[in-house]
């Protein structure tokens, strides 16, 4: 919605513009009674036409005033009924101007959260269905006679139920993440036995993978929580396997990042990541390759966690072109120390 300018929008201040109206009142109260005196009107016929016009005066002018909280009004029942669409004009410079620019910073802030959540259901909706309509169909095969119950056919329903229990926890871990709810437990520990312990589970679920680990110089510690860097590498596997073709190596480095910190580097030999999609592949559920990461099981949830994760530590991670084809993932994490006074290896669970 927009308004012409109003006489008083360029005046910076509330009180400056109260100031302003009563002295348009004043003055033209006491020139309309000077002018009716001049012309033979009565005084009091003279104070009267004076105060109605000081009245319309002031009712115009201060219209400038109210009409951003009228709005505001209007688009906050509006929003109540669920429009977050609606914005309040921003003619004005004063404190009510600045209250409406927060407004609407508040009203943008809303429609891209509920549009977000719409998203998240829609895509959930989606990731859900798919399994659970390939399990109800090969049940209703197997009732009907159609197909066996033979240990193919039982391999394919438990790949449908472990995709939906992958779905179902990284939703849960988005959540908490999201949520604030899943706070840090940081402990100085050797950076290697987290690495392997990923690549060895790795390799469990994939029996086919060649994941190699390189961590220079030996003895390389991290100041970190293990458990959720052993998530964030976990994934950062998980996706490269994904696009690395049969027979494909994944690696998976770490090395001392300058001044005090460390990088973790998983490069993949995949068809490697358009640069029109890089500012997105951190978003949930978005998928550089959707038909393959759907065919997979991928729900495009796993980098997001990586993100929030990294984040949570200090860090930062960010995908590099690989030469002449691939991907590299790169975390960055602050505080790496030496091997002196550490604890005993970690090996933290799966997520």
Request: glycine share 8%; hydrophobic share 40%.
């Amino acid at each position: 919605m927009t308004h012409p300018m109003h006489p008083l929008a360029p005046l910076p201040s509330i009180k400056l513009k109260i100031g302003t109206i009563i002295l348009a009142a004043v003055g033209v109260t006491i020139v309309v009674f000077w002018a009716g005196t001049k012309v033979g009107l009565w005084p009091s016929v003279s104070g009267i036409i004076a105060g109605i016009c000081a009245l319309v005066i002031t009712r115009y002018l201060a219209r400038g005033l109210t009409s951003p909280l009228r709005e505001m009004s209007e688009a906050t029942t509006a929003m109540a009924r669920g429009d977050y669409e609606r914005r309040v004009n921003l003619a004005s410079k004063d404190e009510i101007g600045q209250l409406a620019a927060s407004f609407n910073q508040m009203a943008a802030e809303l429609d891209a959260t509920e549009r977000m959540r719409r998203d998240l259901i829609a895509n959930v909706s989606h990731e859900l269905r798919t399994p659970i309509t390939a399990l109800q169909a090969v049940l209703e095969n197997m009732i009907d006679g159609v197909e066996p119950a033979d240990p193919e056919t039982m391999r394919t329903m438990l790949a449908q139920v472990e995709r939906l229990g992958r779905l179902v926890a990284q939703l849960l871990d988005l959540s908490r993440l999201e949520s604030g709810s899943m706070p840090l437990d940081r402990q100085s520990f050797e950076i290697e036995a987290v690495l392997e312990h990923a690549a060895r589970e790795t390799r469990l679920h994939s029996p086919n993978a060649i994941v190699s680990v390189d961590v220079e110089p030996g003895g390389l510690t991290a100041d970190a929580d293990p458990e959720r860097l052993h998530q964030v590498v976990a994934n950062l596997l998980e996706n490269a396997l994904r696009y690395t073709p049969i027979g494909g190596t994944v690696e998976l480095r770490a090395f001392p990042a300058e001044p005090s910190g460390i990088t973790i580097e998983v490069t993949d030999e995949g068809p490697g990541i358009p640069d029109d999609q890089v500012p997105r592949i951190f978003e949930r559920f978005y998928r550089a390759d959707s038909a393959r990461s759907s065919r997979d099981g991928g729900a495009g949830l796993g980098l997001a966690i990586a993100q929030w994760i990294v984040d949570l530590h200090g860090g930062e991670i960010h995908p590099e072109r690989r030469e002449p084809h691939g991907c590299r993932m790169v975390v960055t994490l602050p505080g790496a120390r030496t091997a002196t006074a550490v604890r005993e290896p970690v090996h933290p669970g799966g997520t």
